[in-house]
Structure formats: C-alpha cells, structure tokens
C-alpha cells in the first residue's frame, strides 16, 4: 500500500515540474503577500514593532527535487537564481509527502548575520503556498506568513 501511495506522489509532483541541469522543478511560485510581525531591538526602534503588511513582489522561488534530496531555487528581480542549500547553506528536507500538500523546511544557520527558518506549504491541486520566514539573530527580527499563487 505504502509503494503504490508513494508511486502516486512521485506521479503528481512529476506532473507538475520541469527537468532542468539542477534537478527535478515540482512547482514554481510568484510574488508573495502577507503580514509579519517585527520585534523592537536592533534596526526597529521603540514603539515602531508590531503587525505590519508585509510582501515580496519581484520575487519567485521553485522546489526542485535532485534524487532524494530538495531544494529551493529563489529568483530575485534580475531573475538570478540562487540556490538555498548551494549558496546560503541551508538545510532543506521535506517534512510531508502527500498528492495534496508538500512541506518543506529550510532553515539557514547564518542567513542576515544571524538566522533565517522557513516552512513551506505547497497545495499543487490548488497552486498555491502558503510558507512562514522566521528572521532571528540579525538586526531586524520578525516572523512572517505570506502567500502565493504556483504555476
């Protein structure tokens, strides 16, 4: 039962993606918006922390998938590509497998002179994700929840 649920995963994130030099691309993802809340100290003066809008509207990231392993391929506005475990270090594992929902967890130990962690929630029946950025360590702290739209 296991291998054949397994054998429909892998069909449907092989549905959804392309093939590049990196590796498997199982879902591409635009701009981001959301809300994030910004912790007083470092760059945030007080009285200026608290709930904010917050947005990335350049952006795209991917997941590719290179044998068991995953990724996440980030595009800033000059659509340079960079890599989360190639370029910054990070760990990046997939916390859930399902045909319905893919988690990741990406967590970068020095990102921003501190500490970045994000978790992804990729819907592919639904093209969305909805993903949480934990900023720690840095000069500005703040978490995050955003949501965007997949190809």
Not at 45 to 68: C, H, L, M, N, Y
Not at 100 to 129: H, K, M, N, W
């Amino acid at each position: 039962m296991m291998r054949v649920f397994g054998r429909a995963i892998s069909m449907l994130l092989l549905s959804l993606g392309t093939t590049s030099a990196h590796g498997q691309a199982l879902v591409s993802c635009g701009a981001s918006e959301g809300r994030a809340y910004v912790i007083e100290g470092g760059l945030v003066r007080p009285g200026k922390g608290g709930w904010i809008s917050d947005q990335i509207t350049d952006g795209k990231f991917e997941v590719v998938k290179r044998g068991a392993e995953y990724d996440i391929h980030y595009y800033d506005a000059t659509r340079r590509s960079y890599s989360a475990r190639q370029d910054d270090s990070a760990t990046v594992i997939a916390l859930r497998e399902a045909p319905t929902e893919l988690v990741i967890l990406a967590v970068y130990p020095s990102r921003g002179a501190g500490g970045t962690t994000e978790v992804f929630q990729f819907r592919p029946l639904d093209r969305e994700v909805v993903w949480m950025q934990m900023k720690y360590g840095g000069l500005i702290k703040k978490t995050s929840v955003f949501h965007a739209r997949c190809d």
